[in-house]
């Protein structure tokens, strides 16, 4: 494994058991029947029932039970993290999932084909390829186990909305655009996104991809994208003045400017 994700692989096995006890994730309502998957990703995947579905960076593996619950044949959840991957198989015992669902520890750029064949559906979002030093890497893992006439499908945040500031409403760009091939590092004592009274120890290392990066590597991969949308809403408080709807997503304050938040896309043969 490359040193970045080493780091990087550290700092989710530090900070999973922190989520599996916070607010943020809701492990008790997950179990109690909450659906993690928000209307944007279940309208986007369809219906699953008999589906070979493969969920990539799976966490600890609720969105993955999630979809476990829609009548798949078969769901594996995929992470690097052997911490998350422990607890997510504690969580489909418990959900009584675990005849559906398998969890498989490796590198999302390195896994050129995951045991149980080729999938009708491959599934990632919220928080993904910003860990990934290689994105090629990804789109290959994609491409190697894809069935034919399947889909990929990808919702995670716009590479635009990965420039603001979010300590300010108004928009202020902070980070770059453009790939680095250097890691922005997140210093040790940062707080956790899921849990604002733990600081993190270990550094995260994080990297940009701009859209022609994650459209290029599918493309030398060999599949098409399909069905590019842009949101104004993200799945977290993201600016200051964001508000929690209905629909489980958050908006910013009517009146302020809206910006491309969310990023989804399918990727087909
Ligand atoms: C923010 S979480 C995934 C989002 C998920 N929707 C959630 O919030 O539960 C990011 C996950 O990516 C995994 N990850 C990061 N880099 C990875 C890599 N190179 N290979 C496999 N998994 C990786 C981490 O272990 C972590 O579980």
Redesign the pocket.
Known sequence: ?NKA?EF??QR??EV?PV?VESEF?DVAGFIGGRD?LGPVERAALGDLSGKRVLH????????TLSMARSGPAAVVG????DV?LAKARDLAERTGLADTVRFVE??????DKVSGGAFDVIY?????IV???DLQG?ADTIAANLAPGGFFYFLDSHPLSMLFDGDHVEPRVKYPYFHNTQADISPAGEIDYADAEYKVQNEGHEFSWPLQDIFGTLEKAGLRVHEVREYPFT?WRQFPDMEEADDGYWYRRQGNAELPLLLGFKAKW
């Not at 990539?56 to 969105?63: K, N, Y």
């Not at 995929?78 to 993290?81: E, H, N, T």
């Not at 490796?106 to 896994?111: F, G, L």
């Not at 990632?124 to 993904?128: I, K, L, Q």
């Open positions: 494994m994700h990087n692989r989710w096995n999973t989520h994730y993690t990539m960076q799976c966490h600890f593996g609720m969105d995929l992470d690097f993290s998350a490796a590198d999302v750029t390195r896994a990632t979002s919220f928080g993904t860990w990934l030093e990804w799945a």
